[in-house]
């Protein structure tokens, strides 16, 4: 068996209306004997297993399938790094998909190279449109960089990245549930010394479904999970303090802050309590106090100080807005 050059970890729960669609775009490719099909079955209901079973009887090579019992996104991305043997880790969704002409070049760069973590561009593909939107970014691509001379006011999400499997193989190791994506992308911030940026649009982001854990229902829903990745990432900052210098803890702050605003908009997204009022409270006054890098950046936020300038006066007015919005 050849020598893999990236395993592809794809999360599959009950995606049997995608996941031959995102199965063949990894077939299409003219290097996919260099990759590692990974396909974590989440314990879905409904054919996902059946469908990607065929696939794997007959691409043994290349298509492995992973069956587990139901646990969450985040359990699916650390199975399927359990068992990648490739040079090179990514995560892809199972009802996304990537562009499979785009993938020779950046499989070509992986093989001769040894970048810790290499970002491509993604395109957003709205499910019931179909209209297509290229993200990218604007930054000198095919040069390897110090990742502390680039990371300022750098935007990077699961979508863009790529790592070293050596890198995080021992220590990337994500929560069960939800909203794990920022885990992905902070976790190995204290080992990622050196990254790259390759022009190539490879991941197929699919938008707009009813299903997504970012609609406002799910976040409500799941809104437990989220509080328990915002403190697993605030922990994560504090442990990792003393290690990281200003520049990098300035993006770890950054990024958590923006974890932070999507927390508070939850808890403002509910019918206004003394409940989540509390919460709000109690969550911005424990940054405050022991977080301080990540209070000073939330806090410049315009809801954040119309709550502090109003001591929370106005808290009921910026509910009934936030809910409005998302009518």
Not at 126 to 135: C, N, R
Request: net charge positive.
């Amino acid at each position: 068996m050849r020598n893999k050059i990236l395993s592809i970890s794809i999360a599959s729960y009950n995606v049997e209306k995608f996941i031959e669609q995102a199965i063949e775009s990894y077939l299409q490719c003219s290097c996919k004997e260099k990759l590692e099909v990974l396909i974590v079955n989440d314990g879905s209901t409904d054919k996902t297993e059946e469908i990607v079973s065929k696939y794997s009887e007959k691409y043994p090579d290349i298509i492995k399938l992973i069956n587990q019992k139901n646990a969450g996104p985040g359990s699916t991305v650390n199975t399927g790094l359990n068992n990648a043997t490739g040079k090179y880790f990514r995560m892809i969704d199972g009802d996304d998909w990537i562009k499979s002409d785009e993938m020779d070049s950046y499989i070509d760069y992986l093989e001769k190279h040894d970048t810790d973590m290499v970002i491509t561009n993604f395109i957003k593909v709205d499910d019931k449109t179909g209209e297509q939107q290229l993200q990218y970014l604007n930054i000198d691509y095919n040069k390897e960089y110090n990742f502390d001379d680039i990371c300022s006011g750098l935007e990077l999400n699961m979508h863009n990245i790529t790592y070293k499997t050596s890198l995080i193989k021992n220590s990337l190791k994500l929560d069960n549930c939800f909203y794990t994506d920022t885990q992905y992308v902070l976790f190995p911030m204290k080992d990622i010394k050196t990254v790259v940026f390759l022009e190539n649009y490879i991941y197929m982001y699919r938008v707009s479904l009813d299903t997504q854990s970012v609609n406002i229902n799910s976040l409500q829903k799941h809104c437990d999970m989220h509080e328990l990745v915002l403190a697993s990432l605030i922990k994560f900052y504090k442990e990792n303090y003393s290690v990281f210098n200003e520049t990098r803890k300035k993006y770890v702050a950054e990024r958590i802050a923006k974890m932070v605003g999507t927390q508070l908009y939850i808890y403002l997204s509910y019918n206004p309590s003394n409940e989540y009022k509390l919460k709000i409270k109690k969550m911005l006054n424990e940054l405050k106090v022991n977080n301080n890098d990540i209070y000073n950046i939330i806090s410049k936020k315009k809801t954040v100080k119309l709550l502090k300038l109003s001591k929370y006066a106005l808290y009921k007015f910026i509910s009934s807005k936030v809910r409005k919005n998302n009518i």
